[in-house]
């Protein structure tokens, strides 16, 4: 391992918060059937490294091959996701200085990109590409994302251009410019008072077709409100608030679909290498850590006052893994 990028769910795994669906306050694992979070666990989602070791069956000449790592614990041999978990809950992840991972998985990446820069791809822009995947989008079509600052939205900000269509960005207040360099069309800063005044006036009156959403919380009825009638939501996170109240007059009467993701398909994956490859799509580093500074970063992933990727490094990797 010579970088590994931080996520949301390394977070909420260690609380506990992912709910059950009898109760949404519930500690939880991010599995909700069949848990797979056994201790002691090492996390960690977005491996880059250098391949020391293979296993029976592996070529010999894979050794000293530069891989980015396909997070994904695929169970079936199909592209469906409904059996899937993750490397940093269902198996040892990436916050170490060496991990096993399936030879399947890793992947070379021919590119000039740093490690560190590299490790700000994998989780955040396969759930990304799977959310845009599940709603349809379209080049010529507008996409609104909420949280577009992080990880997922940021990634999504570039994966929608990359697919010709046209993003807009709900973002906090200093780090709108930030986002403009990386694709959006406009941004909204949140808290407005009127969010879909906002976009109005953001959109010059276009109609919105898909809402990208990591948000959640207060502002999920307004972002309903927002999409155009046949308009596509799609979610992979609540960081404001995971219950919410929905009208489903709403849903119904302006015919919305509404769609949940999680992680993506080893399709997605391959494509966000084929993107990296074709340089469209860039990394954006937010802060880097040494492993043995974990606490800190974390710290400083939770209080989110950065943009893009935060990512750790393991200490004898300091200093070259770019």
Known sequence: VSACGMNNTDVWVRQGAYGTEENAAAVSTWRRQGNTLVFPRIQGTDTVGTIAAVGEGVSPERIGERVMVDFSIYNRDDDSLADIDYMGHGRDGGYAEYQA?????????DTDMSDVELATFCCAYLTGEQMLERAGLKAGERVLVTGASGGVGSGIVQLARARGAIPYAVVGKGKEQ???????????????????????EAT?????????????GAIFNDLLRILRPEGRYTTAGAIAGPVVQLDLRTMYLKQLQLHGSSQGT???????VGYIEAKKIRPLVGGVYKLSDFHHAQADFIAKDFVGK???VPDAMWGSAG
């Open 204 to 216: 010059g009156g276009q109609p919105i077709d898909v809402v990208a959403d990591l948000v959640g």
């Open 310 to 312: 935060l990512v750790v």
């Open 178 to 200: 930030a986002v403009l360099d990386i694709g959006a069309e406009a941004v909204i800063t949140r808290g407005v008072a009127d969010l879909p005044q906002a976009v109005i």
């Open 266 to 272: 080893r399709a997605d994956f391959r494509r966000i």
């Open 101 to 109: 991972v399936p030879a399947e998985n890793a992947h070379v990446v």
